[in-house]
């Protein structure tokens, strides 16, 4: 395959795949104005983000299957037409009703287009520039969480929120004409055989189980998680069901996912280091907005300007690490980026309610080279032994495994923030007595100043609920961190391979 071919299924692919990224983000920053349009509550408008997440959770896993059932290119453009079809619907939407069922059709849509796009670059380009291949990859992976809010932000504030799932029409169109004109199944594509026996049990524990895992994920802080029963359903169906999907699979001749693929050791390793990864690397594009906006006041757009530089940095960083994986040992680079994650986080856990807009963005800098040297490393040994036939299957579970990282991540800090404050609110409240010479002399100088002792006291506890919450965002910093240093560590157990090809040195 020359070149320019090469990259023209580059970019055919790649386009779908930074459209679906951007729009599990995208919607996020305008749920204000779509309640206030579709006359929504608080709680009802959020499953316009939810719907979406659930029904991508449940195909992404089952992509490899039905690039099988349909033939991978016919897949890859039926899921492209309707993505673009529902991005339509959902702008023309004129109830929240209408609007969340055609967001789980964008959903179904999107889920295999990280998966199948992956899976195609990792073929297109010979063994050797895997690499290069990762980090075309990776632009869209990493870049679409942080570009979608500030895409949508922009695109509500100066049109309106239709245009969030508008914009995806036209470039919709142009991917499906690309597709169909570059992108061809290649001759050791395994399709499914005529009578080959569907796997329909482990269809149904797959949807059941990662829709429930999904909703309780992204409901489950506003539930109070087990406190609900609602919640505490969902865990026990969830559970159930996966634990009979892994048994279920790993019998079945012909299964909807391939879970025997885990018996390679990179593989198994690199999705291991790929959760947790993304669970810390979520947690921390979760937190730093938040802190930056609740305890700093900053708004959207400046909390914006801090995250915008970090996507150039990675943006350049992301080819030269590519380049670097086909003369380096990769699992050096991949532990350097743990690393410098990890550490950025440190200098995040050390922040004051005083730092300037050029020390979070400085922290955030810092993170996004991590980041660049994580991503393309991990996603190159992760697949290096993979046979092409077993690509589509083993690139579905990858980005499975990114997914259900980034949500549990996701939830895990919010959940730990709010422990957090609580814990530490409660502490200082200790020290709010008549008893404490600080605080009487607070509040006389308050009184002094204001006037009024019910103001002053009022100020005095707003100081705490912000200090407790400074302390639960330094707290959870520092966390999320930890993960990082630990899988420094553990990502060794990975094999080294070959730059020339995919056999691992030493065999």
């Given at each position: 395959?020359?070149?320019?071919?090469?990259?023209?299924?580059?970019?055919?692919?790649?386009?779908?795949?930074?459209?679906?990224?951007?729009?599990?983000?995208?919607?996020?920053?305008?749920?204000?104005?779509?309640?206030?349009?579709?006359?929504?509550?608080?709680?009802?408008?959020?499953?316009?983000?939810?719907?979406?997440?659930?029904?991508?959770?449940?195909?992404?896993?089952?992509?490899?299957?039905?690039?099988?059932?349909?033939?991978?290119?016919?897949?890859?453009?039926?899921?492209?037409?309707?993505?673009?079809?529902?991005?339509?619907l959902c702008g023309l939407a004129t109830s929240l009703e209408a609007l969340v069922f055609f967001r789980i059709l964008q959903g179904i849509g999107g889920g295999g287009l990280?998966?199948?796009?992956?899976?195609?670059?990792?073929?297109?380009?010979?063994?050797?520039?895997?690499?290069?291949?990762?980090?075309?990859?990776?632009?869209?992976?990493?870049?679409?969480?942080?570009?979608?809010?500030?895409?949508?932000?922009?695109?509500?504030?100066?049109?309106?929120?239709?245009?969030?799932?508008?914009?995806?029409?036209?470039?919709?169109?142009?991917?499906?004409?690309?597709?169909?004109?570059?992108?061809?199944?290649?001759?050791?594509?395994?399709?499914?055989?005529?009578?080959?026996?569907?796997?329909?049990?482990?269809?149904?524990?797959?949807?059941?189980?990662?829709?429930?895992?999904?909703?309780?994920?992204?409901?489950?802080?506003?539930?109070?998680?087990?406190?609900?029963?609602?919640?505490?359903?969902?865990?026990?169906?969830?559970?159930?069901?996966?634990?009979?999907?892994i048994i279920w699979e790993l019998r079945h001749p012909n299964p909807v996912v391939d879970l025997r693929i885990f018996a390679d050791r990179n593989f198994a390793t690199g999705?291991?280091?790929?959760?947790?990864?993304?669970?810390?690397?979520?947690?921390?594009?979760?937190?730093?907005?938040?802190?930056?906006?609740?305890?700093?006041?900053?708004?959207?757009?400046?909390?914006?300007?801090?995250?915008?530089?970090?996507?150039?940095?990675?943006?350049?960083?992301?080819p030269v690490v590519g380049r670097l994986t086909q003369t380096m040992d990769a699992r050096l680079i991949l532990c350097f980026g743990l690393l410098v994650s990890g550490a950025?986080?440190?200098?995040?856990?050390?922040?004051?309610?005083?730092?300037?807009?050029?020390?979070?963005?400085?922290?955030?800098?810092?993170?996004?080279?991590?980041?660049?040297?994580?991503?393309?490393?991990?996603?190159?040994?992760?697949?290096?032994?993979?046979?092409?036939?077993?690509?589509?299957?083993?690139?579905?579970?990858?980005?499975?495994?990114?997914?259900?990282?980034?949500?549990?991540?996701?939830?895990?800090?919010?959940?730990?923030?709010?422990?957090?404050?609580?814990?530490?609110?409660?502490?200082?409240?200790?020290?709010?007595?008549?008893?404490?010479?600080?605080?009487?002399?607070?509040?006389?100088?308050?009184?002094?100043?204001?006037?009024?002792?019910?103001?002053?006291?009022?100020?005095?506890?707003?100081?705490?609920?912000?200090?407790?919450?400074?302390?639960?965002?330094?707290?959870?910093?520092?966390?999320?961190?930890?993960?990082?240093?630990?899988?420094?560590?553990?990502?060794?157990?990975?094999?080294?391979?070959?730059?020339?090809?995919?056999?691992?040195?030493?065999?």
């Amino acid at each position: 395959m020359n070149a320019a071919n090469t990259w023209w299924i580059t970019a055919s692919v790649m386009i779908p795949t930074l459209l679906e990224i951007l729009d599990t983000s995208i919607a996020n920053v305008a749920l204000g104005h779509i309640q206030g349009a579709l006359s929504a509550g608080q709680d009802e408008v959020t499953w316009v983000l939810t719907s979406y997440l659930v029904a991508n959770a449940v195909v992404i896993p089952m992509s490899g299957w039905l690039g099988r059932v349909m033939g991978r290119t016919r897949y890859l453009l039926a899921s492209v037409v309707v993505f673009t079809g529902a991005s339509m619907l959902c702008g023309l939407a004129t109830s929240l009703e209408a609007l969340v069922f055609f967001r789980i059709l964008q959903g179904i849509g999107g889920g295999g287009l990280q998966p199948v796009s992956q899976a195609i670059l990792l073929e297109t380009f010979p063994p050797a520039q895997r690499g290069l291949a990762m980090a075309v990859f990776a632009m869209g992976a990493v870049l679409g969480p942080i570009l979608g809010p500030l895409l949508g932000g922009y695109l509500t504030d100066h049109a309106s929120w239709h245009w969030i799932f508008f914009i995806n029409v036209p470039v919709g169109l142009v991917a499906v004409l690309m597709i169909h004109s570059f992108v061809e199944d290649p001759p050791y594509l395994v399709r499914r055989q005529a009578g080959e026996i569907i796997d329909g049990v482990g269809l149904a524990l797959l949807c059941v189980g990662l829709g429930c895992l999904q909703v309780l994920l992204d409901k489950g802080q506003q539930e109070d998680w087990f406190a609900s029963p609602a919640m505490t359903a969902l865990a026990i169906v969830a559970a159930v069901c996966l634990a009979s999907l892994i048994i279920w699979e790993l019998r079945h001749p012909n299964p909807v996912v391939d879970l025997r693929i885990f018996a390679d050791r990179n593989f198994a390793t690199g999705n291991i280091v790929m959760f947790f990864g993304f669970f810390a690397f979520f947690g921390a594009i979760v937190l730093l907005p938040m802190y930056l906006q609740n305890l700093m006041g900053y708004t959207a757009w400046l909390a914006g300007i801090v995250l915008g530089p970090s996507g150039a940095i990675m943006l350049l960083l992301l080819p030269v690490v590519g380049r670097l994986t086909q003369t380096m040992d990769a699992r050096l680079i991949l532990c350097f980026g743990l690393l410098v994650s990890g550490a950025s986080l440190v200098t995040m856990a050390h922040f004051t309610l005083e730092i300037g807009i050029g020390t979070a963005m400085m922290a955030r800098n810092i993170q996004a080279i991590g980041i660049a040297c994580f991503f393309v490393p991990l996603s190159y040994l992760t697949m290096a032994f993979v046979p092409k036939e077993r690509m589509s299957n083993a690139s579905a579970l990858f980005n499975l495994l990114r997914n259900l990282g980034g949500s549990f991540g996701t939830a895990f800090v919010t959940t730990m923030l709010a422990r957090r404050a609580q814990l530490h609110q409660t502490h200082l409240i200790e020290h709010l007595s008549p008893y404490d010479l600080p605080f009487q002399e607070a509040v006389s100088q308050l009184e002094s100043l204001l006037d009024s002792t019910d103001v002053a006291l009022g100020a005095v506890y707003r100081a705490t609920l912000r200090q407790a919450a400074y302390l639960a965002y330094m707290d959870v910093f520092f966390l999320q961190a930890l993960f990082f240093f630990a899988l420094a560590g553990f990502m060794w157990i990975v094999r080294r391979p070959n730059h020339d090809g995919d056999i691992p040195l030493g065999h």
